[in-house]
């Protein structure tokens, strides 16, 4: 029987007690990593789509339940934290059906992120999305770029760039001051060069609005949990 599970506005001390173990699609916000962690512990190995955001710091503990309960897993959402880069390794190295992962910035060294990226994603891994704020853009096309370059060898990737911190950045409808324009630029044509190498199959570059993985075909809702 196909069901959608839905959580607003709920006591957490509620959700200690939930066991879903048929659970295949999680989506929480400004949840405690201890209570999502309990939840995803009592599934058995369905979950195969995770978007979590704003979870507390945790150093990795909900990164590693994630990848010791979920070998399935083929989408993750999540916003990411310094303290969780070496459990995030670990979790590219597991979860070897991995398609695509969109990363929230909250407070993550980049170059890092791309190296661990570059170096630790599965074969399966095509499809990124990578959300942060503009002056994040505007210092580490660098990073970005030495990423892109490890991927010559693999299939194209699908590319979404969600800038955020900066209201009419990511419109070009919308008029920009001349220092406002360049970072922008300079990131479109980065892209644009490595579409042109096959590395990048499509990108978009757009606000905080863009979709939980868009690229998924329309399914059938199964068992979902949205707290």
Excluded at 134 to 143: Q, V
Excluded at 186 to 206: C, H, N, Q, S, W
Aim: glycine share 4%; charged share 25%; hydrophobic share 40%.
């Amino acid at each position: 029987m196909n069901s959608v599970v839905c959580f607003f506005k709920i006591n957490e001390n509620h959700l200690e007690k939930v066991s879903l173990p048929y659970l295949k699609f999680l989506k929480a916000k400004s949840i405690s990593s201890n209570i999502l962690t309990n939840i995803i512990e009592n599934t058995k190995g369905y979950l195969i789509e995770i978007t979590i955001l704003h979870q507390t710091e945790d150093d990795g503990k909900l990164i590693q339940k994630i990848y010791q309960n979920c070998p399935k897993l083929n989408y993750l959402r999540l916003s990411l934290y310094n303290s969780d880069i070496s459990e995030f390794q670990n979790l590219l190295k597991s979860c070897q059906f991995l398609i695509g992962i969109e990363i929230v910035d909250v407070s993550v060294e980049w170059n890092e992120l791309f190296d661990v990226l570059a170096k630790f994603s599965p074969t399966s891994l095509f499809k990124f999305k990578f959300s942060a704020e503009y002056f994040i853009w505007e210092h580490k096309l660098e990073s970005l770029k030495s990423f892109l370059d490890t991927w010559k060898d693999r299939p194209s990737m699908l590319l979404q760039i969600s800038i955020t911190g900066l209201r009419g950045f990511a419109s070009c409808r919308i008029p920009w001051q001349h220092h406002q324009q360049e970072p922008r630029q300079r990131l479109e044509a980065l892209l644009r060069r490595y579409r042109t190498y096959g590395v990048i199959k499509r990108y978009e570059i757009g606000g905080i609005d863009f979709e939980d993985f868009e690229w998924i075909q329309k399914r059938t809702p199964t068992y979902t949990l949205i707290v």
